[in-house]
């Protein structure tokens, strides 16, 4: 794999709607399976210093329990307020049954 890619997961590790939490490249990252498409982002809110890890996945978002801001997977883009900032996505790949991220 190229420079920078870590393996954090086996593909079977999260079912459809599941996260796992993760620590790379010094950032707190969620891994969220979304109907078999998987996706890193930050686990922190942009509104709120709280963690998206309490909320769920819906339709390719991912919602914060706090406030009921989604957040699309793919972008990170803000779709509902009151967050009107977008948090970070990270590439992912598929190899040999592990899924790679590169969080810088």
Known sequence: MDA?????????????????????GGKRLLLCNADG??????????HEDYSLFLGCIQNG???????????????????TAPADKPICTYPVKIKDGQLWIRPS
Do not use: N
């Open 61 to 79: 978002r991912i919602k914060c329990s706090l406030h009921g801001s989604y957040f699309d997977l793919k972008t990170g883009r803000a779709e």
């Open 37 to 46: 498409q998987f996706h890193v982002v930050d686990e922190m809110c942009s």
């Open 4 to 24: 920078g890619w870590i393996v954090v997961a086996t593909e079977d590790e999260l079912a459809p709607g599941q996260m796992k939490r993760i620590e790379a």
